[in-house]
Nanobody
Framework: QVQLVESGGGLVQTGGSLRLSCAVS????????MGWFRQAPGKAREFVAA????????YYANAVKGRFTASRDNAKNTAYLQMNSLKPEDTAVYYC????????????????????WGQGTQVTVSS
């Protein structure tokens, strides 16, 4: 069973930055697609970003494009989400997700494409 442990959430002012980390317990991290999702109170979980396993190609939701950067360190089995220029509407619980067999092209945005999930970390942006 793949386990994902997230860290890095917290409280930040508008315009500030945070970096989320997601450590993955697997021997096949280099072949694992990593995704990031978030869920605000009273709202459905939504796609934020993904990074592919083959060439570390990244995908972003329009709401975060240009402000958030997904990356990965295969030597450390860790994925990252650098969040800059944070806005109050970015406030949510952020989840990392993983699929060890690689997510099919075009399905990165769907939460059912991922088999394993982190526990979530709260990000709060004050105005």
């Amino acid at each position: 069973q793949v386990q994902l442990v997230e860290s890095g959430g917290g409280l930040v002012q508008t315009g500030g930055s945070l970096r989320l980390s997601c450590a993955v317990s697997t021997h096949t991290f280099s072949r694992t697609t990593m995704g990031w999702f978030r869920q605000a109170p009273g709202k459905a979980r939504e796609f934020v970003a993904a990074i592919s396993e083959i060439d570390s190609k990244t995908y972003y939701a329009n709401a975060v494009k240009g402000r958030f950067t997904a990356s990965r360190d295969n030597a450390k089995n860790t994925a990252y989400l650098q969040m800059n220029s944070l806005k109050p509407e970015d406030t949510a619980v952020y989840y990392c997700a993983a699929d060890s067999s690689g997510v099919e092209s075009g399905r990165y945005f769907f939460d059912d494409a991922y088999e394993s999930w982190g526990q979530g970390t709260q990000v709060t942006v004050s105005s």
